[in-house]
Each structure stands twice: as C-alpha cells, then as structure tokens.
C-alpha cells in the first residue's frame, strides 16, 4: 500500500503525520486513498540537543545526520511489524486527509486518539492497537 499513496503536494485539508510509529500506524489504517507523501530532505534539518553534565545544562543544535534518519525509520518501521505492517519506505512526508466535520489537522488527531484511546482495553503493543485504530478510522473516514 505505502508505494501506491500518491505522489503530489497536498493542499488545504491535509494533515502532516508526525515521525512516530503511531503515526505511520494511522496513515496504514486510513489507507491510500486519504494519504498523500511529498518527498523530504533532511539535507538543512537540524536538532535541538541538551547536554547535562555536572548539573549544568548545555543547549545547542546539530545538523541531523543520516544515522540520526536510519534511528528514526527502523523505530517506525519496528513498530509498524510488530502491527504486521510492512515497513514504510524513507524519504517521504507522508500527510493525512481531514475530513468533514473537522476544523484542522489538529482537531483530527486528537480525535483520533480520543477514540482509540476510550476503546483500550489495557493495549499496550502496536499489534494490540492496530485493530482499535482501524475501527476508529473506519468510523472517522466511512471506509
């Protein structure tokens, strides 16, 4: 599914999926047709470090390197196998449709997780939260 999402900018009424396994695990379950993936460079992307040592802190930035990327792909990618979701490919944005009656990406998201979450039965694993996310989204997108 993931190398079928379309390839284009999306405009007004999309939402950009942050860089967490969750995430990823809500755009699968959304499904192809309401994500859309804009390819990333991390070329000029920095990072936000704190240092402490000896009770001091030390505040400064960090150019993202490309092993700063492989951390953060294998994690989503660990995450979303253990859903028994194939990895999903790296250098993309991927961004999720907002649908009616929702006022901004923002809105939807915390509705997303409002909803999963009030259906938990004490989930903890991906696998576990996988079937509650789909039934959300279903609900959400009228698949």
């Not at 991390?42 to 240092?51: F, G, I, N, S, W």
């Not at 930035?61 to 999903?88: H, M």
């Not at 649908?99 to 989930?123: D, K």
């Not at 996310?133 to 698949?143: A, C, N, R, S, T």
């Amino acid at each position: 599914m993931w190398e079928e999402v379309l390839l284009e900018e999306p405009g007004s009424g999309w939402v950009l999926l942050q860089e967490t396994g969750w995430d990823a695990l809500i755009g699968w379950a959304a499904g192809q047709s309401n994500l859309r993936r804009v390819r990333r460079s991390d070329e000029h992307r920095r990072v936000h470090v704190t240092l402490v040592r000896d009770g001091t802190n030390r505040e400064f930035t960090e150019p993202f390197t490309q092993s700063d990327r492989a951390i953060v792909d294998e994690s989503i990618n660990s995450y979303l196998a253990d859903a028994g979701i194939p990895p999903r490919p790296g250098g993309y944005d991927w961004y999720l449709r907002v649908p009616e009656p929702f006022s901004s990406g923002g809105n939807l998201l915390v509705e997303i997780n409002t909803r999963v979450y009030a259906r938990s039965q004490r989930a903890v694993r991906p696998s576990e939260w996988r079937p509650l996310i789909e039934l959300v989204l279903v609900g959400i997108y009228h698949m």
